[in-house]
RNA sequence: GAAUCGGUAGCUCAGCCGGAUAGAGCAACGGCCUUCUAAGCCGUGGGUCGGGGGUUCGAAUCCCUUCCGGUUCACCA
């Protein structure tokens, strides 16, 4: 039931207001002892022309009081409304016990399709921890979306198409060996790339020989398309390994040169469409009218761009999925050049072009400044998971020694933490990565949320059988319970609130309120030591917010250990 | 210079479609394990919500302005 939407309804009925308007006064007071809803009625002062308390009383006067409220006071110009425990207690574990995992869920996505673009490392370069947050953000919202009902479409739009292969080809040719990259892989392609930089700092023709292979790339020949494709599978597999462990999926793997036959076509529209004209030697789409630099498509010397192949991809996507919404997960930075190319997808017509999300995110540095895989100033993704696995083997070796399948658990919670690090602070915020703060495991962390869940499962199996059937709901009305409960209760709103606003982190911080919660709970309340109905119902908490712990770090893309 | 994102406790951050005493975690200090997992719980200290104006019955929240920091701005992605 919502409760909000009732009493809106009855504060509609007893005021005359439409409810609607009413729905969106209604707030929770800062403490359970004013009430648990409020209605202020300062706004309507002015257009009844009465005093702010007046009215209060009078709304008061007049209420239909619904079922669930147990009383309604006046407080200056609030009415504050206070439910009935027994009964809300009542209608939440009902409704979290019949839906169980799918207590959260929704069919509000049926039908549409929404396409999240994530991840997307470049070829032939290290993952590092820089990636992690597309990753992490946009498996997260990929897994939220699907609860909701959506058909999701996760793609990997990896960066395995463009100049800097040009420049790999020359590297490998002057400085490169076949046995090298073979035993060495990303590692070899990196330091032969690095060496290409500092060379054509010296010889800048070098950097027009890059350019020379890429578009032999464009044209199809065949000496270069088979290093692209070597470096390729050596990348892909690396990167794989890093998706196995986070746990991380996609339904296709299309990247930049997936699209490289299907650029002339589009090149074609924006030309038939008078939109393309010639700058400086280059074609370009000019936003001047937008107040934007100009999007570039294509290069003085023929080759295409990032901008290029994001419109061609697009047009594709939309073609082949029809999606309601297509999300991109990139950095901040990179706002100008969604904005632009979002801009041309509308130049050219296509009113879907509002359905172009980009979904940005805070730049990662670390402590020694700006991350830089040329200059070797990077945290590698596998020493990162690996190092976080390893430093909670040796919590697990301090703490629960007898711990069964303990490598299964120390990489669920390893993992899971630097998952839940990153998903914990608004995307928007940029981060200084720091091993202190991954490697953290007490407070606001993914452990404690998952340790929380795994003290709830100790206890329903030390509880064997018990009976839900009959639960005496009229000793669920102390504090703790009803916090652990209304927190329960809004957790689906906080589901679908993480989906509009692309915002993992409100899943992530109802859990730890959950936790919290629900820890206080279980420090307060005995449960299998108490009496029969006590126990039951308090068993009815425990399970609940085992499900619902469960279920929010699933949606993260993070396990939930039945013990730790 | 323009655009864009930030500025809330020592640190990391919530709160920002206006509402009642501004909240967490970490760090510091002090308590709680013969009882369901102490990766836990309780308590103490700690704030000119960057500054200044304005709108409002009411502003951390909205508007203007200003300062500080990040990022981007033509052939990289």
Redesign the pocket.
């Known amino acids: 039931m919502d409760f909000k939407l009732e009493i809106a309804k009855a504060i509609g009925k007893a005021s005359s207001l439409d409810y609607t308007e009413v729905l ?2 209604i ?5 359970s ?3 648990d ?7 309507l ?2 257009t009844l022309k009465k005093s ?1 308390q007046i009215i209060a009383q009078e709304i008061s006067q007049n209420i239909i009081k619904p079922d669930f409220i147990e009383r309604i006071e006046i ?6 409304l206070f439910t009935d425990k027994e009964n809300f207690a009542k209608e939440i574990l009902k409704e979290v016990l019949n839906k169980k995992e799918t207590y959260g869920s929704d069919t509000l996505g049926n039908g549409k399709t929404i396409v999240i673009d994530y991840s ?1 490392p ?1 070829i032939a370069k290290p993952f590092h921890v820089g990636h992690l947050r597309s990753t992490v953000i946009g498996n997260a919202i990929y897994k939220i979306h699907e609860f909701l009902g959506y058909d999701c479409q996760g793609v990997n ?1 990896l ?6 292969f040009g ?1 790999l080809i020359v590297a490998y040719k002057n400085w490169g060996s076949k046995t090298a990259v073979e035993e060495k892989g990303i590692q070899e392609l990196m330091r032969i790339y690095v060496i290409f930089h500092d060379e054509a700092e010296k010889n800048p023709s070098l ?1 027009d020989e890059a ?1 020379g292979w ?1 578009v032999k790339m464009q044209d199809g020949d065949s000496e270069a398309l088979e290093l692209w494709k070597w470096f390729y599978d050596i990348s892909i597999k690396e990167f794989d390994r890093v998706y196995k462990m986070l746990d991380v999926e996609f339904d296709a793997y299309t990247g ?1 040169s997936f699209y490289n036959d299907k650029m002339a076509a589009v090149v074609k529209e924006l030309k038939d469409k008078n939109l393309l004209q010639e ?6 789409v ?1 936003l001047e009218e937008e ?4 999007c ?1 498509i ?4 023929g ?7 994001d419109i061609t991809a697009a047009l594709y996507r939309k073609n082949k999925y029809n999606f309601e919404k297509c999300l991109y997960l ?8 969604f ?1 632009q190319w979002f801009k041309v997808i509308e130049k050219m017509g296509y009113n879907w072009s509002k359905d172009l999300v980009h979904v ?1 995110f ?2 990662v ?1 670390l402590d020694t400044g ?1 991350l830089s895989t040329r200059k070797g100033n990077v945290v590698l993704m596998e020493e990162l998971l690996n190092q976080a696995v390893k430093e ?1 083997a040796k ?2 070796e ?3 020694p007898n ?1 069964p399948n303990k490598e299964e ?2 990489k669920q ?2 993992i899971g ?1 630097v998952i839940f690090n990153d998903l ?9 990565f ?1 091993w ?2 991954m490697l ?6 993914g ?2 949320v ?3 869940n ?2 709830a ?3 329903l ?3 064997e059988n018990f009976n839900l059937n009959e639960i005496d709901y009229s000793v669920l009305k102390d504090e703790n319970s009803v916090e652990v409960l209304k927190l329960i209760y809004d957790f689906p709103n906080k589901i679908k ?1 993480a989906a509009n606003k692309y ?1 993992p ?2 899943v992530s ?1 109802a859990l ?2 959950i ?2 919660a ?13 009496e029969e109905n006590v ?1 039951n119902a ?1 068993l009815a908490i425990v399970l609940s917010v085992n499900t619902v712990l469960t279920t929010g770090l699933k949606l993260l893309g993070i396990k939930a ?4």
């Open positions: 969106s006064g707030e929770i007071p800062p403490n002892q004013m009430g809803y409020a209605f202020p009625c300062f706004r002062a002015k702010p407080q200056g110009a609030y009415i504050n997307s470049n739009h960066g395995d198409w463009g100049t800097q420049k950097e350019r890429f930049e700058s400086e030697g280059a074609m370009i000019d107040k934007m630099p100009p570039l294509i290069r003085k010397d080759g295409t761009l990032y901008a290029t192949r990139t950095a901040l930075d990179q706002n100008l050049h904005a940005p805070g730049l540095s700006k909670t919590i697990i301090e703490k629960n711990l658990i120390a919670v390893g933490a914990y602070n608004g995307r928007i915020k940029d981060v200084t720091s202190e703060r953290s495991f007490e407070g606001e962390t452990p404690y998952q340790y929380t795994a003290r499962c100790s206890v199996k030390k509880a609130e915002e982190s409100m911080r730890v309120d936790a919290q629900f820890n206080k709970f279980y420090h307060d309340n005995p449960i299998l030591n108490s126990k308090r250990p039945e013990q730790m």
